[in-house]
């Protein structure tokens, strides 16, 4: 996912764009963008800041219907990564394994709602969130199929003063 169309900007079909690129601008070189099916695909034009139009929207009603529209683009028209880099979507399917060798699961989503990236492992009949941080993932092996984690210690939050026997 490459963004997302948020809300309507004006009456002539403009919409605000959330993108998901490193240069935010970026965005535009990488139209037509499509949605996570594949089938609809939108031409992006940008207008400056955050605003878009886009190809065949001109009205404030047809932008309003596209809110929320996840935006993708075709994997190969994506610049390769760097030599120690990868796309968060490599991550997807992999093994999660600590460092003593314990397979936790697959990695089924890495997620990022504003505080930094998450992977979601599944397996073994639990979910686990894991921090993608260096500290919890120091290794990541495409080409192996796997990363490795060190899980962080459980986080207990105390509860307030007088709040103890509050249940």
């Known amino acids: 996912m490459v963004g997302e169309i948020g809300r ?8 605000r764009l959330r993108a998901f690129t490193e240069d935010p601008a970026a965005i535009a070189a990488y139209s037509p963008l499509t949605d996570e099916s594949g089938t609809r695909r939108f031409a992006i034009t940008l ?19 596209l809110t929320g529209t996840k935006l993708f683009v075709e994997r190969d028209r994506l610049p390769p990564p760097a030599e120690e880099e990868f796309y968060l979507t490599d991550l997807i399917g992999l093994i999660a ?6 397979n936790l699961g ?29 500290a919890v993932v120091p290794v990541v092996d495409i080409a ?24």
């Open 106 to 134: 697959a990695i089924r989503a890495v997620e990022d709602h504003g505080a930094g990236a998450f992977l979601v492992v599944e397996g073994q009949g639990r979910e686990h969130l894991l921090p993608f941080t260096k």
């Open 47 to 65: 207008k400056g800041g955050d605003i878009a139009a886009i190809e065949g929207v001109t009205d404030r009603d047809a932008a309003q219907r």
């Open 97 to 102: 394994v600590t460092e003593g060798g314990e």
């Open 144 to 167: 192996g199929g796997r990363v490795i984690v060190v899980p962080p210690g459980e986080i207990l939050v105390p509860p307030p003063a007088g709040e103890e026997h509050a249940a």
């Open 8 to 15: 309507p900007h004006g009456v002539r079909g403009l919409v």
